[in-house]
């Protein structure tokens, strides 16, 4: 086991990091490895001075990325690279933030869910509780109601297109404060990407398209910091200390209306059923046509987005080139309820009532609004 770390200008928050990953008991890693670029600070010095007392061997690979390229993801994708170097073909990488302390039980858990079929587990990042009082109460409270939001929605996938790797409960996060992937898997999905922004969730989009089994296991957890001064631009203190000025009107945009959201768990279903008829040399121009004509589409539209060695290559065409799965904002006025019709459509799900389509007369303003 490999852990890389992306790390810029961390000289006060290096040393909690490393400890963290140090008092993991019998899961202790065998390498960490420490991407350290365009460091002003002692940031080196501090993590060299350690590295005689730590359980584990430590690499200290320092760059100076031009400008365009200065940012998490060039430096997550380096350090990706050196571990997989460290940890083989047949071994485990996990990636944290040089800003969190990993809970001590962190790669034990994380190793369950592997030994459960998972090939990548992602963790929860939690903010420092102390850092976090320095965040206003409302962003809290508005945080809570749209985490809320965001796992009744997933409620929703999980009854209509059950993942038998990432069973209930689970939680919606990818952050790269905690994942961890195989070799094998990370080689398929080509790596991270070095995106400026958002490197995470790029990197798990890219190992879904590739049908990696994903666990999204809350009882892994790493705690991170609540700064508001950060060192990605557009990251998450970035978006803290934007919402401390003025709350984003729209919620985060992986969240959506919630029958739209009912649409794409059938739709990634009826596909899915699609595809393994498909590759087990079946018969499905009726069912290709069902599914058309709940999507609104011809049926030939859905039959050339079906060719591909992988149900997640061929989910992304159809869902990026379907009209109806056009994703669709949510208004943050307009929350409480799009929550109270999702949790109606859970209910139909669940067995407990019928799923009732929306009145008009009762539709939200959201549900008119386009990302």
């Known amino acids: 086991m490999v852990v890389a770390i992306p790390v810029r200008d961390e000289e006060t928050r290096i040393g909690p990091c490393l400890l963290g990953l140090a008092v993991q008991g019998r899961h202790t890693p065998d390498h960490v490895v420490l991407l350290v670029n365009n460091t002003t600070d002692a940031t080196v010095a501090r993590a060299r001075d350690m590295s005689p007392s730590l ?3 430590l690499t200290v690979a320092c760059r100076v990325y ?25 071994g485990i990488l996990l990636t944290t933030d040089a800003d969190g302390i990993v809970a001590p039980d962190w790669i034990g858990r994380t190793l369950s869910a592997f030994a459960d079929g998972a090939q990548v587990v992602c963790g929860r990042a939690l903010i420092d509780p102390t850092e976090a009082l320095a965040i206003p109460a409302h962003l ?45 898997a990370w080689a398929r999905a080509g790596g991270v990407p070095a995106l400026p922004i958002a490197e995470d969730r790029a990197f798990i989009a890219a190992l879904r398209r590739v049908d990696t089994p994903i666990r999204h296991a809350a009882d892994v957890q790493v705690t991170v910091s609540g700064r508001i001064r950060g060192r990605a631009r557009g990251g998450m203190a970035d978006t803290i200390a934007r919402r401390m000025k003025r ?6 945009d992986s969240l959506e209306p919630a029958d739209d959201c009912l649409r794409r768990a059938r739709a990634r279903a009826w596909l899915r059923h699609l595809h393994d008829e498909r590759g087990m040399g079946l018969g499905t121009r009726a069912s290709t046509a069902d599914l058309a004509a709940m999507l ?33 904002g949510v208004r943050r006025s307009d929350l409480a309820w799009h929550h109270a019709r999702a949790a109606d459509i859970v209910a139909g799900l669940s067995g407990s009532r019928p799923i009732q389509s929306p009145q008009p007369a009762l539709m939200s303003p959201a549900s008119r609004s386009i990302r």
């Open 66 to 90: 031009p400008d365009a390229h200065a940012h998490a993801g060039t430096a997550r994708r380096e350090a990706m690279e050196i571990a997989a170097q460290r940890a083989g073909a047949g």
């Open 55 to 57: 359980p584990f061997a």
């Open 140 to 184: 809290h409270r508005d945080d809570d109601r749209e985490v809320a939001y965001g796992t009744v929605l997933d409620r929703i996938h999980d009854l209509a297109d059950p993942d038998p790797y990432d069973p209930w409960p689970r939680h919606t996060e990818h952050s790269g404060a905690s994942i961890a992937v195989t070799v094998a």
């Open 296 to 328: 609104g589409v011809p049926a030939h539209h859905v039959a050339h987005r079906m060719i591909g060695p992988y149900f997640g290559m061929c989910w992304e065409r159809l869902e990026a080139e379907t009209p109806s799965l056009r994703r669709r």
């Open 247 to 252: 709350q984003d009107e729209l919620l985060d």
